[in-house]
């Protein structure tokens, strides 16, 4: 390999038909002389366009036709096959190493004459860019081009808001369950929002519980209190400001009379005592909602209590699989509600949620509302999607972390590469290349080098396979 030229912060490099690089891949650019490197990335390989490429094609098709080319004396084939088989890779330049320092920016170029191209495998760059300082919590995530083991660090998931994406089937929920079992084992509070009912798995080895509204998920409203139900009933169900007014005073007047309140009493409540029937309707409507709810109940006894849940166990799969949309909605919001409640008041240690497809049962602006406002008390959110418009720009402004498995869509593309801290080049161009279970991680969990890994295998059967009609029918 060669350097050919720099245009801005990208370097192009010839590769000769002997030498292989794949997109993703980091090189090397050394100048002894000097003691530099720069450390550039393969984003694009291309042929290169010699001028007068086409002509001396076209003249050997000539010579292949003709007999003169039998006896091609002065080897013109074997030239032509060398430049036509020469590659130009566009590389980005991500830092450099001067005197075994590395450095995210560089100072000076290394010689194009005299300095030498060679691979560098990913873990071993992100080795050289740690400094040699070991991690706090290491995760084995998968590997890289060379096999090599790439680790991230826990540590630097924390306080962070991250991203899993990339198309339907491309391997995102595997990499979550392995995030959320490598979380876990380093005894971090994580809790994972299941739509799919495919986290179940993550159950056996004991460390992590499944909680299933109606079994053993249950909540009174005495337990919950006058503010999540009231934002129950307003969030998700839409109680009108003047009503929820009236809940509030409602509700203090169930108190006085008896002290656990449950739905049943809230009604007789609000049947003795508003008078305006629209108001009436409006509110018992919303609480006989609530009330059918499976993991509403009026038993004291079996309540989840959400402030004692990582005094043993570190992790809890919420399954949502089975719920109905509102029901869905509803169980989140409690969760969201009173998780927000008992880290502001230091009662539950700071927490990982995975939110996956979180637009279903959470609105937009809500998020935005919980990310800006949560990051400070503690509660720091992995969203998984397939589509990430279904995420607001303010939710974008804020990622960290991002975990790019294949996309095709132009447009989803698109919409990452507004992400801030990210260059969308980069993105565009070595997602579309991404085989199923092979992700793109950029962001300070690969300490800002953006790192291709193939994710690793699983330690439990996560039952995460999505249901086929023949897989199924050739089951049965
Ligand atoms: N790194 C991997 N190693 C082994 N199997 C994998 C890997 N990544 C994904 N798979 C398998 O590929 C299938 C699809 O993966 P997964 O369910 O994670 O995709 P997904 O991106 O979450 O899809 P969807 O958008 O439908 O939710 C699963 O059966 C999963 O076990
Ligand atoms: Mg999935």
């Not at 503010?227 to 009236?246: C, D, H, I, Q, R």
């Not at 989140?332 to 008041?345: A, C, G, I, M, Y």
Request: charged share 25%; proline share 3%.
């Amino acid at each position: 390999m060669r350097v050919f030229r720099k245009i801005g912060d990208v370097l192009e490099i010839l590769v000769f038909p002997h030498e292989k690089i794949r997109k993703g891949e980091y090189l090397l650019v050394e100048d002894r002389s000097k003691e530099l490197s720069l450390i550039v990335q393969v984003i694009e390989i291309n042929y290169i366009d010699a001028p007068g490429m086409l002509e001396d094609l076209v003249r050997e098709g000539i010579l292949k036709d003709s007999i003169v080319y039998e006896n091609d004396l002065v080897d013109v084939g074997r030239t032509t096959r060398f430049l036509r088989d020469t590659k130009l890779a566009t590389t980005l330049i991500r830092g450099s190493i001067h005197r075994n320092i590395f450095s995210p920016v560089y100072s000076d170029l290394p010689s194009r004459a005299f300095s030498s191209v060679r691979k560098i495998s990913t873990a071993e760059i992100i080795k050289y860019v740690r400094n040699g300082s070991s991690l706090k919590h290491p995760i084995p995530i998968g590997y890289d081009f060379d096999g090599n083991i790439v680790y991230v660090d826990a540590v630097k998931l924390d306080g962070c808001l991250s991203l899993i994406t990339g198309m339907k089937g491309s391997g995102k929920s595997h990499l979550a369950k392995l995030l959320v079992l490598s979380l876990v084992e380093h005894g971090a509070p994580v809790i994972v929002f299941d739509l799919n009912g495919e986290y179940v798995g993550l159950g056996e080895n004991g460390r992590i519980k499944v909680l299933e509204a109606g079994k053993n998920l249950s909540f009174t409203l005495s337990y919950l209190g006058r503010e999540t139900v009231l934002k129950l009933l307003t969030n998700v169900l839409g109680l009108p400001g003047v009503s929820a007014n009236l809940f509030n005073e409602i509700w203090s007047l169930a108190e006085r009379g008896r002290r656990s309140i449950t739905v049943d009493y809230l009604i007789s409540v609000v049947n003795n005592v508003v008078k305006n029937l629209m108001i009436r309707d409006a509110l018992i409507s919303r609480l006989m909602i609530l009330g059918s709810s499976r993991f509403i109940s009026d038993d004291e006894n079996n309540v989840t209590r959400l402030e004692e849940l990582f005094r043993d166990t570190k992790g809890y799969i919420v399954i949502l699989k089975g719920l109905s949309s509102v029901e869905r909605r509803l169980l989140v919001e409690v969760f969201l509600s009173k998780l927000t409640d008992l880290l502001e008041k230091e009662l539950i240690p700071p927490l990982f949620l995975f939110a996956e497809e979180a637009h279903m049962y959470v609105r937009n602006t809500y998020w935005e509302d919980i990310i800006t406002r949560m990051r400070h008390f503690g509660l720091f959110v992995v969203f998984i999607t397939n589509q990430p418009d279904s995420l607001g720009q303010q939710v974008f402004r804020q990622l960290d972390n991002l975990f790019i498995f294949r996309f095709q869509n132009d447009h989803d593309l698109d919409m990452l590469s507004r992400i801030s801290n990210i260059d969308s080049d980069t993105v565009k161009s070595i997602a579309k290349d991404l085989r199923r279970g092979k992700t793109l991680i950029i962001g300070p969990v690969v300490d800002w080098i953006p790192s291709v890994v193939e994710v690793g295998k699983l330690s439990v059967n996560p039952m995460g396979m999505t249901k086929r009609v023949f897989a199924y029918s050739k089951a049965t």
